[in-house]
Structures are given as C-alpha cells and as structure tokens.
C-alpha cells in the first residue's frame, strides 16, 4: 500500500527542531550576555566606593596638623584638632607653655673661660690679647634659655605627670670614639622623645686608645667627654644616669623583673660597679629586663608624630613609594629619589621634610604601644637571628646621625633637639682651651711665614686615617703621593701654606710627598701646649684643630672627618661663611676613589645611604629659626 505523502506541516518537524535549538542558544548566549553587563556594572560600582574609600583614607592620613605660630603670643602654639569640644572658634587647640617659661625667647654667645691660659708676666699682651680671641672664636655654641624647658614628644599637648620611672639603655659602638658619640646622641635624642631616663653604660676602655705605646689606656665615660651634670641640670625634659646609680635605683630594690620569666633580676652579688666589664651586664641585665627594638636605621626611620599617633606615618610613607613607583615606573625607589640641590626649608610642611630624609628608606621603626608601656627599652648591637629578613640585615645598631633618622612631624621639635646636641653635646671646656692654644699657634707660625700675604694666619688641615680603615673600606688606604696629586690645585693660590695633619699613623715618613710641598706639623709638634692630656684623648684635639683650618680635606666614610665637617658647619653659620644658607662648607675629600665626591661638602645634599658615610648640612643649616623668628616678632 502506497504511504500518502506527508502533510505539509509535518515536513519541517526536524527543521523546527533545529530550530528550537537554534532559538536557545540565542536565548542563552543573551542570557550570558546580560550576566556579564551586570557583573560589569556591579564591578564598576565596587571599584567606584574602593576609590572613594582609598581616598577618603589618603585625605584623611594627609590631614598632618602642621605648628604655627600665634602672633598676638610668641609663647603660644596653636595646632589644628580634629575634636570641635576643645577646640576655639577656629578649630584650633592653644598649647601655652609652663609659666615659669613666660621669659623673651633669646640667644646669646657664652665666653670660653680657660684660667691663665698657662702665661706668665713677660707675654706680650698682645699676643695674649690674640689668644683670647681665638679662644673665643672656638664658641660655636649658643646659650638659649627656653630650650632648657622644651618637654617630650610623647606629651605633646602638656607638661608630663608625675609617673612611674622608665628608662632606655644602649650598647655604644665596638669601634672607635666617633661611632659611640653618634649612637649616644641617637640615644638622648630617642630617650627625651619617648619621655625616658637614659641609663649610660658603664666606663669601658674604647677601641683605638691602644694605638699610643708607653701610655696609660684611659677607662671613660661619654661624661668625660661632654658636661652631662650640666646638662641635667638645666634641662627639664632630660634625665640621665649613670648604670651604678641604675642598678641601686631598680635592681637592688627589686624594681628589675625578667620580661620573659617575670622573675626580679639582682646583679651578681649585689655588684653595681660594672666598669670595663659590660658584657656581663648586656647579658644578665639589659637584654633580661628589657624589650629590645630591632631597628635597623639604616632601613627605617623612626617618627615622632604631634598627636601621638606615630603609626600613621607608615601610611604616609607607603603612599608616597607608591607615587613613586608610579611616577618613575620601578619596584622601588633608588638613592637619589629624594635627592636635590636645593634644601627644603626647616619650618615647611611635614611631608615636605619627610621626603628629604627619607633616604630610600620602605618602612618605619614604630614606638609602639607594648614599648611605651615597658619600663626598660634597651638597643642592642646584634639582631637576633629570627627570621631571612632579620639575617639579612644583620645588626640592629643604631650607627646613623639622629637628625637623618629620627623624623620630628613638629618643627620646632627637631630644631630643639639639633640645637641641644650643638649646645649641650660639646666637648669640655678643658678640651677647647687646649685646641685653642694650638690653633693661636698654628696662626702665629702661618703669619710668620708669610707675614704680608697671610696677614690672618691662614692654615689648612688634612684628615689621613690609616691603620685597619683599608680593611674595612677596600681602595681607602692611598699613598701619600696620590693625596697630594688629587688636591694639589686646592692650594694653588697659597704660596708656603702650613698645613695640619690628624692621622692615626705612627710612621710620619708616610708623608714626605706633602712634607716636601707644605709646611706640615701634627699635634705633637704643640706637645707644650698640651699640658697633662691623655695622649691616647688627643684625638678629640685633632678633630677641634683641624675644624678651625681654612680648606679641609678628609677621609671618606670617617666618622672622626664627618664631626669634623659637622663642626665647619657650625663655624659657617656662626661667620656666615659664602654658601652658608645652603649649608655648603669649603670641605673636600682625598681619595681618587670617591673622585665624584671630592666637592661633596661644597654643596647641598640631602641624606642619603649609607647615613653614617658623611654628615649633611640638615644638622646646622637654619636651626635658629624658630628663636630668630620670635626675636623679630
């Protein structure tokens, strides 16, 4: 039987199939393209109130209460407060100082007194009457009376409270003299910020005071260096004392509790007379009752904010690398990235100086809560080997210049704190005199060697450190006739210059190129001038003799040069000297090594790493400002 054909609606069932299929993909695919214009738009959204959050943060973290000054009171600062309860019509907070501060503020220049001078009755009064001014040109240091009643930052808004004794304790450098003098300046500076007593450690004999045979090796103390008793005495925010009175004050009274075990600690055997012998003590003492900060300056900078709030700075700083990263498309800042040859002025805005001693550094150290509640913080030399990135910085010293690392959000603070360490962390008056005797001298021998052309006693000094610097800083160790070669031309317009060697070498034949070209003397051409020194202190006299020359010339990477170069700012300021409003002083270094850097100090720079490497003129240029500024007010 022959099939009927099919109806011609039932032909295209298959194709109304594929069509079916055809018609749900296309309800699919717009399906999934709806999704995803949702998903877009959800994402836009999100990505909008992440931005606004982001920058509500940022504007908020920018929001740095900047000082300024009351003119109607030059006694008063007023600070911006974020609370409108404490705050006037302004929204400002008034911070009057104690009343017994209500006093001008002023300077004057103190007179170095130095007995009779060791003259007798035949001195030519003249001659005397040189003498006495040289030593008063010494006086780089000014004596202000208001900054003896600058209080803490950690109180910022009123003087502290009768409180619960704290301390912070240091253990100074294992290398010569000027590293232990900068880690000590590091540690007053911390220890008045943090509102602490800082604890010296004990007298020890100091590395390079074995250098001088047939002597006796002095066992000192940074108080026979600087007039700490003075110091503590004047000044209201500062508090020192020495680890004997330390230990009798806490330990021996049961005050001293192992962190760890809460155990009270007592010296071994009630000993509290530890001299030379310090080891023992950073051991079984310090490092027990202590927190210990690893901070490496190197690689962080601590700050010290108005309100309190010092974490926030590592906000700041985050933000600002990221500006940079995408300013100058890299992982990381380099060197110079906040480098310049213009100085940012002391009193600009806090970010402003924030960049200039930022140094390349990523993080900050952070005086944190647990530390502010401890009663001993200690800083220890060597870093616990804890972590790869602890191993990899491998100290935790705190060998760095305080002004590059110690970041003040409040001006007029890190000005106070440059001038206490100008004024109060000098040398003795017993130290000047005596450099004050040999500059005369030099002066007296320039002028008779050239009584027409150096009617004013012109001489210039070199700083040549030798011994066991070439071990540690490969290409520094140059021979004599390479020194003169590279800065002949320095003295090219002065016929039979006198020139002043500081050096640690005990072999003057060492220096016959520049003997045959100058007129070269050493200290120990003044020995009568000397009187009873310590040979092994006479370092301290080099670095006062050599700051006094004409052109100077030192070793790079030498602390004993950079005090030396800090000084020359001193007195640059002090005769306001050409360049002075940069900073600039007519210092140079030797080595063809640091070729480039020969002319360094007759420019503006500022920090930079290594931060121990040179001084930098942030730590003399302008630091008056804020006492200037009220004194014309």
């Known amino acids: 039987m022959r099939r009927s054909p099919p109806y011609h609606d039932e032909r295209p069932v298959i194709g109304s199939r594929a069509m079916d299929r055809r018609s749900r993909t296309s309800t699919g695919t717009a399906s999934t393209a709806h999704l995803i214009r949702q998903c877009t738009k959800a994402l836009l959204v999100l990505a909008v109130l992440s931005m606004s959050m982001y920058l509500y943060a940022v504007h908020q973290f920018l929001r740095i209460p900047t000082p300024m000054l009351d003119n109607g009171n030059p006694w008063r600062i007023v600070m911006p407060v974020r609370s409108t309860t404490t705050a006037n019509n302004n929204g400002f907070m008034t911070r009057p100082l104690p009343t017994e501060a209500q006093t001008p503020l002023s300077k004057t220049r103190p007179r170095l007194e130095c007995g009779n001078h060791h003259h007798d009755e035949n001195d030519d009064p003249e001659d005397l009457e040189l003498l006495d001014k040289e030593m008063q040109e010494m006086v780089y240091w000014w004596d202000i009376p208001s900054d003896a009643l600058a209080f803490p930052a950690s109180h910022p808004t009123t003087k502290p409270k009768q409180k619960q ?33 800082l604890v010296l450690p004990p007298k020890r004999i100091i590395s390079h005071f074995h250098l001088v045979e047939n002597t006796t090796v002095p066992i000192v103390s940074f108080e026979d260096f600087f007039d700490l008793d003075t110091l503590n005495d004047t000044y209201a925010g500062v508090d020192i004392v020495t680890f004997q009175d330390f230990l009798i004050r806490e330990s021996l009274t049961g005050h001293l509790v192992d962190v760890e075990t809460n155990q009270t600690i007592f010296p071994e055997h009630n000993r509290t007379n530890w001299n030379n012998d310090y080891f023992v003590v950073k051991k079984k003492i310090l490092r027990k009752a202590s927190i210990m900060p690893i901070w490496y300056t190197e690689a962080c900078i601590v700050p010290f904010a108005s309100d309190g709030n010092h974490s926030k700075w590592q906000t700041i700083l985050s933000n600002s690398l990221f500006q940079n990263r995408r300013r100058n498309r890299r992982r990381r800042p380099v060197r110079d990235d906040h480098q310049n040859e213009t100085p940012v002025p002391v009193d600009a805005p806090p970010l402003d100086r924030w960049n200039e001693v930022l140094a390349g550094r990523r993080t900050i150290c952070l005086y944190n809560n647990e530390m502010k509640r401890t009663k001993l913080i200690h800083f220890r030399l060597d870093a616990p080997r804890l972590t790869v990135r602890e191993t990899e910085q491998k100290n935790c010293r705190i060998l760095s210049h305080f002004y590059a690392s110690i ?33 005369n001298a030099l002066r007296n021998r320039a002028r008779q060697r050239d009584p027409t052309g150096n009617a004013k006693g012109l001489f210039h000094a070199f700083h040549i450190r030798r011994t ?68 092994n202190m006479y370092h301290v006299i080099d670095q006062l003799v050599a700051s006094r ?48 850097k020969r002319d360094e100090m007759f420019h503006y720079r500022a920090p930079s790493p290594p931060i121990f490497q040179r001084e930098f003129p942030l730590v003399w240029r302008d630091i008056d400002k804020d006492i200037e500024l009220n004194s014309l007010g």
């Open 407 to 439: 970041f003040f959000e409040d001006w007029k603070h890190a000005l106070w704190t440059k001038r206490l360490v100008r004024d109060r962390l000098r040398y003795r008056d017993t130290y000047m005199c005596t450099a004050a005797r040999v500059v």
């Open 165 to 197: 004794k704290q301390y912070l304790s240091f253990e100074p450098e294992d290398a010569g003299w000027n590293n232990k003098r900068m880690s000590f300046e590091m540690a007053l500076v911390l220890a008045h910020a943090m509102d602490r007593t």
């Open 468 to 535: 066991d610097f070439s071990t540690q800083f490969p290409g520094a160790d140059e021979s004599a006739e390479t020194i003169y070669q590279h800065t002949k031309d320095l003295f090219q317009n002065y016929k039979n210059a006198t020139v002043f060697i500081a050096t640690d070498a005990p072999d003057r034949s060492f220096f016959r190129p520049l003997s045959d070209a100058y007129d070269v003397v050493f200290l120990n051409s003044f020995e009568s001038l000397l009187g009873d020194l310590n040979p």
């Open 549 to 596: 020359a004409d052109i100077f010339i030192g070793t790079y990477y030498s602390t004993l040069t950079n005090y030396i170069n800090r000084l020359r700012g001193y007195y640059s300021t002090k005769h306001e000297l050409p360049g002075y409003e940069n900073g600039s002083i007519r210092s140079y270094y030797f080595s063809p090594q640091h070729g480039a």
